[in-house]
């Protein structure tokens, strides 16, 4: 008897799905026409789909900045291992930190269009802060620091501090291995260790100490 298969067909492992397309095709209007000039129906023409299918993914300039950040939280996650206790948070947010860098330079020209662009785009600068707001989210709880309550908040908007500063020198890092980047990202965390920001952010003392 032959066996049942099942209804619901496994995508194979690194297979580009719609929403690679929709992100890359944005990602490519962007860099080749400028963040304003992007249109949802030139992004379905560039991605090959149907238009329904781009618009009902994201109709707006604002949803296709919610998928390319949604992306990038997807990538910067992928393969983090368990947090080593050895590791200080500080070493732990720059590694996290590092590789959402990595994944941005990935479509570098793109994400630059898009940072430049998008900051005088009123609904698309909302749509960002709310996105960064989760990030850091991330970013902190697989850090191994607690992003909740008033405490977290603030954590999260520090941490939101500390990166924008590294974006600043990523937008002119053209280095292939993102020195400027990682020089000042690093000063960030330095500053905001210094200034207590974020409680947690030292190795924790031993109950001797």
């Given at each position: 008897?032959?066996?049942?298969?099942?209804?619901?067909?496994?995508?194979?492992?690194?297979?580009?799905?719609?929403?690679?397309?929709?992100?890359?095709?944005?990602?490519?209007?962007?860099?080749?026409?400028?963040?304003?000039?992007?249109?949802?129906?030139?992004?379905?023409?560039?991605?090959?789909?149907?238009?329904?299918?781009?618009?009902?993914?994201?109709?707006?300039?604002?949803?296709?900045?919610?998928?390319?950040?949604?992306?990038?939280?997807?990538?910067?996650?992928?393969?983090?291992?368990?947090?080593?206790?050895?590791?200080?948070?500080?070493?732990?947010?720059f590694e996290i930190a590092m590789k959402r860098f990595d994944a941005m330079n990935a479509n570098r020209d793109g994400m630059r269009a898009v940072v430049t662009g998008a900051r005088f785009d009123?609904?698309?600068?909302?749509?960002?802060?709310?996105?960064?707001?989760?990030?850091?989210?991330?970013?902190?709880?697989?850090?191994?620091?607690?992003?909740?309550?008033?405490?977290?908040?603030?954590?999260?908007?520090?941490?939101?501090?500390?990166?924008?500063?590294?974006?600043?020198?990523?937008?002119?890092?053209?280095?292939?291995?993102?020195?400027?980047?990682?020089?000042?990202?690093?000063?960030?965390?330095?500053?905001?260790?210094?200034?207590?920001?974020?409680?947690?952010?030292?190795?924790?003392?031993?109950?001797?100490?």
């Amino acid at each position: 008897m032959a066996k049942k298969t099942s209804s619901k067909a496994k995508k194979p492992q690194g297979a580009v799905t719609d929403a690679d397309r929709i992100v890359d095709a944005g990602l490519a209007e962007a860099a080749a026409l400028g963040w304003r000039n992007v249109s949802m129906s030139a992004v379905a023409v560039r991605a090959g789909l149907p238009l329904a299918t781009v618009l009902l993914a994201a109709p707006t300039r604002a949803h296709l900045v919610a998928k390319i950040f949604g992306r990038l939280d997807a990538r910067m996650l992928t393969g983090l291992t368990a947090r080593d206790d050895a590791d200080s948070v500080r070493d732990r947010l720059f590694e996290i930190a590092m590789k959402r860098f990595d994944a941005m330079n990935a479509n570098r020209d793109g994400m630059r269009a898009v940072v430049t662009g998008a900051r005088f785009d009123p609904p698309a600068v909302g749509v960002a802060l709310c996105r960064a707001d989760r990030s850091a989210a991330m970013m902190l709880a697989a850090a191994g620091v607690s992003p909740d309550g008033l405490f977290g908040y603030a954590r999260i908007q520090g941490l939101k501090v500390v990166l924008a500063c590294a974006l600043k020198a990523w937008i002119d890092d053209d280095s292939a291995d993102l020195a400027k980047t990682m020089a000042a990202l690093d000063r960030a965390l330095e500053r905001a260790e210094s200034l207590a920001r974020f409680r947690g952010f030292r190795r924790p003392q031993t109950e001797a100490a």
